[in-house]
């Protein structure tokens, strides 16, 4: 018998403002384009690509393009689209602490663990 299996979309679990602030958070601390891309994407359709692509002032298909792991957006649609989902873009100068290499936290959310296993799993 074969096994049936159904589509995961990450967008279903990250509804709340916080769980996608979360997402983001760890997305940009990772430092990696594609998870990042990713991770607004996410955010994106979770809140709905069509009315995310209008505030950011592009198409719906160019957002989807952007926001596709092997996407890379240019800043105006990046600024424009976290404007839009409500975030904020900022920068610090990095301790001496976050410059070595950082050791992972034991103690991660269920729901961003699945996401990063997700990820990991389509990626490879």
Do not use: H
Not at 56 to 78: C, I, M, N, Q
Not at 85 to 103: C, D, I, N, Y
Request: proline fraction near 5%; aromatic fraction near 4%; charged fraction near 30%.
């Amino acid at each position: 018998m074969a096994i049936r299996t159904t589509r995961f979309d990450p967008a279903e679990y990250v509804r709340t403002p916080e769980d996608q602030a979360d997402l983001l958070n760890d997305a940009l601390g990772s430092g990696d384009a594609g998870y990042i891309t990713s991770a607004l994407g996410i955010i994106a359709r979770a809140r709905g690509m069509t009315e995310v692509a209008r505030g950011a002032g592009v198409t719906r298909e160019a957002l989807y393009k952007s926001f596709s792991p092997k996407g890379d957006p240019r800043l105006t649609t990046l600024l424009g689209a976290l404007t839009t989902l409500g975030f904020k873009l900022s920068a610090r100068k990095m301790t001496v602490a976050e410059k070595k290499p950082r050791k992972r936290a034991t103690k991660v959310d269920p729901k961003i663990r699945r996401l990063r296993e997700r990820r990991s799993a389509i990626a490879a």
